[in-house]
């Protein structure tokens, strides 16, 4: 069965350090991949997403996300963190464009000024 | 401005009552979805609807039924509410799953 892990349930950086969010899944085949982003009381925030191509991909508000299909992995990356990044994110997968997307449990991101 | 509207936004059931969430969107897109959100455990999708006309069960169906209304309009129901279903539940909408989904602000459900 399709499964998302983010090993990290929280983690804190300072402002303008690096920020890299792990998420690993479980698919035989390269699925759909997403992240989203949660400001507290807030909907979800599409922030990139990964179907094929360059395995490198840019996302809104300088995110990026690098997929790796040796580890089944599609980790998060911001090379200078602001306070206003502060929020839970979620890695999401989905198997085909028309099957259900499956959501990890979320990283919660807490930046120190 | 466009996307997913959620209403109620807070609601506080007693055991055994019932209740609608009402969603709608209005970028015309043909897939809606429900999800609770529970502390630890992410997002888990209650029902889907694929296109006007049709639903289906996700991972936690139990307890709730729902109503394509429109293309516009899928409302959540809960016929006898319990503790269990104290949660935060969000809808959201897409042109195809493989788009991303746009999700609503969600409401916080406290059944006691």
């Known amino acids: 069965a399709q499964s998302v892990t983010q090993p990290d349930i929280h983690i804190t950086v300072s402002e303008g350090a690096s920020l890299e969010l792990r998420c690993n899944y479980s698919?035989?085949?390269?699925?759909?991949l997403f992240w989203y982003v949660q400001s507290p009381g807030q909907g979800l925030q599409l922030l990139l997403k990964?179907?094929?191509?360059?395995?490198l991909v840019q996302g809104i508000k300088g995110f990026e996300a690098e997929f790796k299909r040796s580890q089944s992995s599609f980790n998060l990356r911001k090379p200078s963190v602001h306070w206003s990044d502060a929020a839970e994110y979620f890695c999401?997968?989905?198997?085909?464009?028309?099957?259900?997307?499956?959501f990890g449990p979320g990283t919660s991101l807490s930046v120190i000024p | 401005n466009a996307g997913v509207t959620q209403t109620p936004k807070f609601q506080v059931l007693k055991t055994g009552q019932s209740m609608t969430l009402q969603c709608a969107q209005d970028?015309?897109?043909?897939?809606m979805y429900w999800y609770r959100q529970d502390p630890g455990m992410g997002l888990r999708l209650i029902y889907y609807?694929?296109?006007?006309?049709?639903?289906d069960k996700g991972e936690v169906p139990n307890g709730y039924n729902v109503s394509r209304l429109n293309k516009r309009e899928f409302s959540l129901r809960l016929e006898s509410a319990a503790p269990s279903q104290t949660s935060v539940y969000f809808c959201?909408?897409?042109?195809?799953?493989?788009?991303?989904?746009?999700f609503g602000s969600g409401t916080r459900l406290t059944v006691v």
């Open positions: 999401a997968v989905g198997k085909t464009s028309y099957d259900k997307v499956i």
């Open positions: 698919y035989g085949a390269t699925p759909y």
């Open positions: 970028m015309n897109h043909n897939s």
């Open positions: 990964y179907f094929s191509g360059d395995t």
């Open positions: 609807s694929a296109s006007e006309g049709t639903t």
């Open positions: 959201a909408s897409s042109e195809d799953r493989g788009r991303g989904y746009t």
